[in-house]
């Protein structure tokens, strides 16, 4: 009688992954140890042992990071550190983040004023217009739309992204921004001091008839609950709609639903 072929046990150990998905999981192995030594920087040796791989693997895959921008490595030292295309990644990441906190707030303050609304966060030296709710009073304004820039201080939001930072950041801003200003109806440094220090006085930045004569817009930094600006709010109408006791009323509308949403102190 003929013997049974022997029966194969099924083994409880995963599987090895596919060849690709390896070298994706010791690419991020790397970037984790670049990351974790970012600060004083790592040569190739210490961040071959740390990720585990041979020297020679390891200088392959940082080869690719470096030439995707994930990661630098200085010719001198040696040393690799992070690369400015994860700062761009992780900026991407933070304003979508930041847009869904705030979107029930823009709503709410949509409805209630029955005007524009906007959301702005800064990006280096530019405010990003990241999202906007449109109220239903039949005549409206558009300032700006989702996606654009300019640089900080050109507009109520923008402005108020710098406006209420310490002294000497908003002297830096302004002082790097300054040859852009006049681009904007001849618009000088000194003007945008000029425009933030009332702003600093009200509570809120104005900005009247900056972009379209009929338009004026009421700006209001958020502020986080250790004191940092994450991002600006503005309120867009028409002339008619915007005497001063509405602006300030508006500005304080915002403060309050933010407040309220738990977005601010």
């Given at each position: ?15 090895p992954p596919?060849?690709g998905?390896?070298?994706i999981h ?5 970037l984790r ?16 042992r740390?990720?585990?791989?041979h020297?020679?693997t390891?200088?392959r ?9 994930l ?6 030292t ?5 690369g ?6 992780g900026h991407a990441?933070?304003?979508y ?7 029930g707030?823009?709503?709410r ?29 039949p005549?409206?304004?558009i300032v ?8 900080l ?24 921004n300054?040859?852009?200003y006049?681009?904007?109806k ?12 009332e ?8 900005s009247?008839g ?6 004026v817009?009421?700006?209001?930094p958020?502020?986080?609950f250790e ?9 867009s109408?028409?002339?008619s709609?915007?005497g001063p006791?509405r602006r ?12 309220s949403?738990?977005?601010?102190p």
């Amino acid at each position: 009688m003929a013997q049974s072929a022997p029966r194969l046990e099924r083994s409880n150990r995963p599987s090895p992954p596919p060849k690709g998905a390896q070298s994706i999981h010791r690419a991020l192995a790397l970037l984790r140890q670049v990351a974790k030594y970012n600060q004083q920087g790592a040569n190739l040796s210490k961040l071959a042992r740390k990720a585990d791989l041979h020297v020679a693997t390891a200088h392959r895959i940082l080869s690719v990071l470096v030439s995707e921008g994930l990661v630098t490595h200085d010719p001198v030292t040696k040393l690799y550190h992070l690369g400015l295309e994860l700062y761009h990644l992780g900026h991407a990441a933070r304003q979508y983040t930041v847009r869904d906190t705030f979107r029930g707030a823009i709503e709410r303050i949509a409805n209630l004023t029955h005007d524009t609304v906007f959301l702005l966060i800064r990006s280096g030296n530019d405010a990003l217009c990241i999202d906007t709710v449109q109220g239903e009073y039949p005549v409206r304004t558009i300032v700006v739309d989702v996606g654009a820039r300019r640089p900080l201080g050109i507009g109520a939001g923008s402005l108020s992204l710098i406006a209420f930072l310490p002294e000497e950041q908003f002297e830096e801003v302004v002082t790097v921004n300054a040859p852009r200003y006049p681009r904007y109806k001849n618009l000088t440094a000194d003007e945008i001091r000029a425009m933030a220090a009332e702003g600093r006085q009200a509570g809120y930045v104005l900005s009247d008839g900056l972009f379209h004569e009929d338009a004026v817009s009421v700006g209001v930094p958020i502020f986080d609950f250790e004191g940092n600006i994450t991002a600006a709010i503005t309120v867009s109408a028409i002339r008619s709609r915007m005497g001063p006791r509405r602006r300030a009323e508006i500005a304080e509308l915002v403060r309050e639903v933010t407040r309220s949403e738990g977005l601010s102190p």
